[in-house]
């Protein structure tokens, strides 16, 4: 009962959509304030409906009802509870009904908090947020149901993938998709700001609060999701540029950009056409991942659907909002004139060529993730576009903008000399290029990466602490001026951690890159082998029985200068009712470095294939990712980022629109 219930409040959830995106719309645009005041309760109340769904979506799995074809396909009742409940959003209905439901949470969280929005504004982007609200949910309905029934109910279900199975990727989806959908709201700021026909400095103060929560919680998603892919598949790399990998980096760095952007057109009422539109490519990226996703028109390990007529409603989709996006883009370019002007070296400059630099970065990211597809239906030629070029054509732009991050936040507004900034980073400089010589003094037969890299983060650190200081005042005396230091802003903190969190993550990287060993060999009980500075023993090999799955699991002694420095587990599992194996690596991590063990298949003239991998400075790539959502989170909590600041400057403006009679 409780899943027809479910089943019910989500066709509900689509009449309440179709409702919220006209009504309002047609009451802001005739100034009818009782039919714009429907939006409000629209936005709780397809909240609340897709709540109700997904709660009972998630019951169901919880209890193993086999009557619905979904729970049959992603559930079984050994698994442990844990991943019971991750199935609800581990494939491709649950993941789209969880997308349904952040979207209108989104919406919802404007109606509870925008009450500062001028009451037009808000009611067009809620009615924006529930056009594409009601688009999925009709995508939902028609083609992704996750109500469907079974006629006759098995005792048990297939199970959930294996490699989904664990606690980094339980958590992974719904980040990204607060991300993802997140910026659903920049997108509904900006079409509705396109539709008034007014983009200021006040629509960049409001915008940024729901940029800045979608890029922090995308943050997270991708650090998420490269950590699991870090330990749990077994290659020992963090990063393969797949697709869908790809999928969630590009709106990560336009919010990036869009971030940046916002913050000029706030301070001084420039750029505003650019900020516009990386609002709706950022939003764009969002969707033409979900087209990647649940397509199936490129491979990928991380692909939900491989049926074409879902894909085909997905491009339908997407090609209703951008195109209706950009053609509304291009008919209010006149709206959007710039009001100041500013000097070729200015924060101006700088922030535009961030931007720039991050944009064409996305655009490099997605020719290689769509060229295979290009290639294959305008050549009928079947190509692959892997790491190699990436790995070329991607560093160089996040090499300039390493360079031009501190450079940039020290310059003043409107006209700047970049000789005296220069000067303030004359330290900076100095320990940049120190760190740069002693990797390259203590390196042998290495490459140039990882002192360049070294260099590089440090370059921006020091460079983000030097900014910090440098707000402190001059001529204040060291003791008031580390008061000041500590009393910062905390937006100011915010985008010292998240400048901060970058230079490690540049330095986790290039480290890891340039100095990791790797060993790969047969291995024999009790004999031990040498890996870098360690001595490696496989102790021995046994068979484990886990809740769903047997595993053969080794036990492995690393020691150093004869000091046992840690013993480790890694396993290989087999999952009999998916009949599927996995490869779970064990790790000793550390600050300065991790060991990795792998332990593969027995082979035939004794052994076992074991790899090593010695990985320098691995941890700081999460770490680095983990300041940088911090510094994300801090920047949001500080007031005058959040809609309601300004309010007292915009009291008048909203009295006399609220005088306005009603018709």
Do not use: C
Request: glycine content about 10%; hydrophobic content about 55%; proline content about 5%.
């Amino acid at each position: 009962m409780f899943v027809e219930l479910g089943h019910f409040a989500l066709i509900l959830a689509l009449a309440v959509a179709l409702v919220q995106a006209s009504i309002p719309l047609i009451g802001a645009q005739k100034g009818w304030r009782n039919w714009m005041a429907v939006a409000e309760p629209a936005a709780s109340a397809q909240f609340l409906l897709l709540a109700l769904s997904f709660a009972a979506l998630t019951y169901a799995f919880v209890t193993s009802d086999f009557s619905l074809r979904l729970v049959v396909l992603n559930s079984h009742t050994a698994k442990p509870m844990l991943y019971k409940i991750a199935g609800t959003w581990g494939n491709h209905e649950g993941s789209m009904l969880l997308w349904v439901l952040i979207l209108s949470a989104f919406g919802a969280a404007v109606a509870w908090f925008g009450r500062d929005l001028p009451a037009g504004l808000r009611a067009r982007v809620l009615s924006v947020q529930a056009m594409i609200g009601a688009a999925f949910l009709g995508f939902i309905i028609f083609t992704s149901n996750p109500f469907l029934r079974v006629a006759d109910p098995p005792f048990n279900g297939q199970g959930l993938n294996p490699l989904l199975q664990d606690p980094g990727l339980a958590f992974h989806p719904p980040f990204l998709y607060l991300g993802y959908v997140g910026l659903s709201m920049a997108y509904s700021f900006a079409v509705a700001a396109l539709i008034e026909g007014r983009v200021d400095a006040a629509w960049a103060r409001w915008v940024r609060p729901w940029t800045l929560a979608a890029w922090l919680f995308l943050t997270i998603g991708i650090a998420l999701g490269s950590w699991w892919a870090y330990y749990e598949l077994g290659w020992g790399g963090f990063w393969f540029w797949d697709p869908v990998e790809n999928a969630s980096f590009m709106p990560w760095l336009v919010a990036t950009a869009l971030l940046h952007s916002a913050i000029v057109v706030e301070k001084r009422e420039v750029l505003k056409a650019w900020t516009i539109l990386l609002a709706i490519i950022a939003f764009g990226f969002s969707l033409s991942g979900t087209f990647i996703v649940r397509s199936g028109v490129l491979t990928s390990v991380h692909a939900f659907a491989t049926d074409p007529a879902r894909g085909l409603y997905v491009l339908a989709i997407f090609a209703f909002f951008m195109g209706g996006a950009l053609t509304l883009f291009a008919a209010r370019a006149g709206a959007m004139e710039a009001r100041g002007v500013f000097a070729p070296v200015s924060r101006e400059s700088a922030l535009l060529l961030n931007n720039i630099l991050l944009a064409v970065a996305a655009f490099v990211v997605f020719v290689g993730t769509i060229w295979p597809l290009v290639a294959e239906m305008a050549f009928g030629r079947k190509l692959s576009v892997g790491a190699p070029f990436f790995n070329i054509a991607f560093p160089p732009f996040m090499i300039a903008i390493a360079i031009l991050l501190p450079i940039g936040a020290l310059l003043p507004w409107k006209r700047g000399q970049l000789g005296r900034v220069l000067y303030k980073l004359r330290g900076a400089l100095a320990l940049a290029i120190a760190f740069a010589l002693l990797a390259y003094a203590v390196q042998t037969g290495r490459s140039n990466l990882g002192p360049i890299g070294l260099a590089l983060g440090t370059w921006v650190l020091a460079g983000t602490a030097t900014d910090l200081w440098q707000r402190t005042g001059r001529g204040a005396g060291i003791a008031n001026r580390l008061k000041r230091f500590l009393r910062l802003p905390r937006a100011d903190w915010g985008r010292g951690f998240a400048h901060g969190g970058l230079g490690i993550v540049i330095i986790g990287i290039t480290g890891l890159l340039a100095w990791q060993i790797e060993d790969i060999r047969v291995a024999r009980e009790g004999e031990p082998f040498i890996v870098g500075d360690y001595e490696i023993t496989l102790d021995e090999v046994r068979k484990v029985q886990g809740p769903n799955y047997i595993s053969t699991m080794a036990t492995m002694t690393a020691r150093r200068d004869g000091e046992v420095v840690a013993v480790l587990h890694p396993e290989k599992r087999v999952y009999p009712v998916e009949a599927m194996p996995t490869t779970e690596a064990d790790i000793d991590n550390g600050i300065w470095r991790d060991l990795y063990l792998v332990i593969g298949d027995r082979q035939e003239g004794g052994g076992w294939a074991v790899r090593t991998y010695v990985k320098p400075f691995a941890n700081w790539i999460w770490g680095g990712a983990i300041l940088m959502a911090l510094g994300g989170l801090l920047s949001l909590s500080d007031r005058r980022y959040r809609v309601a600041a300004g309010a007292t400057r915009r009291r008048k403006r909203r009295i006399a629109a609220n005088a306005a009679p009603a018709e």
